[in-house]
């Protein structure tokens, strides 16, 4: 057994190399009141990588026009199994790919013009890629596409020879790490585990409104992956600009077979393969480079693992108070960037409802969330009616009250707060200063209704098995996409938050290891918009 980890002490000798490289890797990417992670010294403009990445010399299949809203209300995910499953079909698996990885608008200021997508991204950067694999000739001709959103339409990368048994919608996600490194330097590779948590519950979210539903296939290996998606090409990419294997689910439109998933026959399918397309270039050149990312990315390599299901027991939730159609809730998520600060409470009821849905529940994103939760809330309330100012904890059932009390200051008063889930009050008092501090100074940390810190359950993972540590951020993005679209559904908006002074949390709350740590903020509130920007349609461009 490790010993646990004060920030500044040594590394055990006893650990495994990889559990050793991320620890490191953790720590040393921890921003600090004094300094931050290390990170370009200016943002090279030249080197701005392209948030869209196309392949050269691949035939694209036209997906159709992006834009359908769908009869479902945001209610009726709360009970997903209920909604009527949409046919497979084309239009369907493009309105599929659109709500999880479309563009939702374009925003200018000036000159400048920059797209939003359904999923959100640390500075917008996106460097998450989708791939379809699809063996299913009906739908289209078997093999492997890349999605591209900017134009909504797919790039065959590989044609198979032969369809197999004609079964299987496969959905990868990878991670393009340069993107996001490029302007955070060495803590991004955290920030693009984050992006692959929301894209995964924004997929999820998405299935569901066309009654299918998203299983992550969690024992894959990243190797298998890889191959998949034709990642592990190495000639087809630009050195520095290549792809990270993520994850691989499985899509299930209508009932969930009872077959298991057989990697076997997924991996026939390759045997002759053809592959096309080489990667277009993203950035004019590299002059910032992070060697760190490469080297902890590849000690977080998972290999093939037992598969893991999980399933969250059914918990009823009230009626959002904006209760809109889903796909319109999902194409209207943005994240504020600034919160009024002196707008009235938000009222109790729509606390209520977006705090209960963090609980594990049988709905989406939890019905593609293989593992019981590992992250607790420390929640900065500063505007919530019949709230008591001051900072309170959600245990979300991944910590007992006993463990919570003996990890924690010892000054907190652990107050049980009547509400419909379990919620203790740690200390009362105006946090504003403290929340803005703790989020690297950000006003929108304070000015909002409430801001959260998410502890991850972190050096028992971390040791038993490193490439959790991936997991343990996924958790974090697949809880920040819940807070988002439950924001939106309460009539206020959100904002993630991947910039905030890791110890200095954790010195607040008094915790003295890294058996928590924590690992992604947010805050909601009741934007502020910038008139100055204009918004324009996601896909006017599109447009004949
Ligand atoms: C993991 C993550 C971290 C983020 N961190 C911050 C942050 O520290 N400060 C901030 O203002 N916005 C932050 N954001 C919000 C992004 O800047 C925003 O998602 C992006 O600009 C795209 O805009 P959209 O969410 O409106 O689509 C974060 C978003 C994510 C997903």
Not at 149 to 178: M, N, P, V
Request: contains cysteine; aromatic residues 10%; hydrophobic residues 40%.
């Amino acid at each position: 057994m490790v010993k646990r980890m004060h920030p500044n002490t040594i590394l055990d000798t006893s650990m495994t190399e990889q559990t050793a490289a991320v620890l490191n890797y953790h720590q040393r990417t921890k921003h600090h009141l004094n300094v931050y992670a290390k990170g370009p010294e200016s943002l090279d403009w030249e080197d701005q990588p392209n948030p869209f990445r196309r392949f050269t010399g691949c035939e694209t299949v036209k997906l159709p026009q992006p834009g359908t809203e769908l009869a479902c209300l945001f209610g009726d995910l709360d009970q997903a199994d209920h909604i009527q499953a949409q046919p497979l079909s084309l239009p369907h698996l493009g309105l599929l790919l659109e709500l999880s990885f479309g563009l939702s608008a374009w925003k200018q200021f000036g000159p400048d013009r920059w797209a939003l997508r359904c999923n959100p991204s640390s500075g917008n950067l996106h460097p998450t890629e989708a791939y379809v694999v699809c063996a299913d000739p009906s739908l289209l001709m078997p093999g492997v596409y890349h999605y591209v959103s900017h134009d909504h339409h797919l790039e065959r990368r590989c044609q198979f020879k032969t369809a197999g048994s004609g079964e299987g919608i496969y959905i990868g996600l990878s991670s393009i790490h340069w993107r996001e490194a490029w302007k955070y330097g060495e803590r991004a590779l955290r920030y693009c585990q984050h992006d692959i948590g929301h894209a995964l519950a924004a997929l999820s979210y998405a299935a569901s409104c066309l009654g299918w539903t998203v299983e992550l296939l969690s024992e894959v290996a990243d190797q298998d992956i890889a191959a998949w998606l034709g990642l592990d090409r190495e000639s087809d990419f630009v050195t520095l600009e290549q792809e990270m294997p993520d994850l691989l689910c499985r899509l299930h439109p209508g009932n969930p077979p009872k077959a298991a998933f057989d990697a076997k026959a997924l991996s026939q399918l390759f045997a002759g393969a053809e592959w096309f397309g080489q990667a277009e270039r993203l950035s004019g050149r590299h002059f910032y480079r992070w060697p760190i990312i490469d080297a902890v990315a590849n000690q977080l390599e998972k290999p093939q693992t037992t598969a893991e299901r999980w399933q969250a027991p059914f918990l009823p939730l009230p009626t959002a108070s904006h209760n809109l159609p889903a796909s319109q809730l999902i194409r209207q998520r943005r994240s504020a960037q600034h919160f009024n600060g002196k707008a009235a409470s938000l009222p109790l009821v729509d606390f209520q409802r977006i705090i209960a849905a963090l609980l594990p529940n049988d709905k989406p994103p939890f019905t593609t969330w293989n593992w019981p939760s590992q992250v607790i809330m420390m929640l900065f309330v500063h505007r919530v009616d019949g709230l008591e100012p001051g900072l309170y904890v959600l245990p979300r059932g991944a910590a007992s009250l006993t463990e919570l009390k003996s990890i924690c200051s010892a000054d907190f008063e652990w107050l049980p707060v009547e509400a419909p889930f379990e919620f203790y009050r740690l200390t009362a008092g105006n946090l504003r200063q403290a929340a803005k501090t703790l989020s690297c100074h950000q006003p929108i940390a304070s000015d909002s209704a409430f801001s959260l810190g998410m502890l991850a359950r972190f050096a028992e993972h971390v040791e038993a098995e490193a490439w959790r540590y991936r997991r343990l951020f996924w958790e974090c993005g697949l809880l920040g996409q819940i807070l988002y679209l439950e924001a939106e559904a309460a009539g206020v908006r959100g904002t993630g938050i991947g910039c905030f002074f890791d110890d200095a949390v954790h010195g607040v709350l008094g915790l003295t290891d890294n058996t928590w740590q924590s690992l992604y903020h947010f805050t909601i509130g009741e934007p502020l918009e910038d008139g100055r920007l204009q918004t324009l349609a996601a896909y006017g461009h599109l447009q004949p």
